[in-house]
């Protein structure tokens, strides 16, 4: 008997097109304008670190083909129990993350790369986890495109450098993890 499903193909016909359509006008409507920011200031930075505009435009739509992918899957209900539980981990790191990330912004002279590069790869890894049967080799090598860029020590080292040129975009950064955090996002 064949294993065919309308409800597994719609899914997967859903997740091709919006993979395709991640560009800043259509992402829109699967993220808010405070993650927008955020991912704005991340584009800034990441053009400016690496000096390549098509380097950093290809990180920040990878992230958001991996977010929006994951916003499928989670409305659709396609985690089991494991997975989950596997999601909640992320959420912990991610908030855990995001509060480091902010606390080194404003404690001047605590920043810690290491600390903060394992925050990041402990994320991506648990990422990894939860999407290990639900999305493709190509968007498993995005999650670790995404992670690898921003757990760069040199990078971080320069974005959290008091009189280095991001202060003002890490700045930016913090304002809205802040209010992520406080909303309950993240």
Do not use: W
Not at 32 to 61: C, F, H, W
Not at 83 to 97: I, M, P, S
Not at 170 to 179: Q, V, Y
Request: aromatic share 8%; net charge positive; with cysteine.
């Amino acid at each position: 008997m064949e294993s065919f499903s309308s409800k597994d193909m719609a899914l997967k016909a859903q997740k091709k097109i919006l993979s395709s359509m991640a560009n800043k006008s259509s992402v829109q409507a699967f993220i808010d304008d405070t993650t927008s920011e955020i991912l704005d200031e991340l584009y800034r930075v990441s053009k400016e670190y690496s000096g390549n505009r098509s380097e950093a435009q290809k990180v920040i739509k990878n992230l958001i083909k991996i977010a929006v992918k994951i916003g499928v899957l989670f409305k659709h209900n396609r985690f089991n129990t494991e997975e989950l539980r596997v999601a909640q981990d992320f959420k912990k790191k991610l908030h855990q993350g995001a509060m480091t990330a902010i606390s080194f912004h404003e404690v001047e002279f605590t920043f810690d790369k290491e600390v903060m590069s394992e925050l990041l790869t402990g994320c991506r890894d648990l990422l990894l986890m939860l999407v290990n049967s639900h999305l493709t080799p190509k968007s498993h090598g995005r999650i670790n495109h995404i992670f690898n860029h921003y757990s760069d020590p040199e990078l971080l080292t320069q974005l959290y450098n008091p009189d280095g040129p991001f202060r003002p975009n890490l700045s930016k950064i913090c304002t809205g993890l802040n209010k992520l955090l406080e909303d309950g996002t993240i």
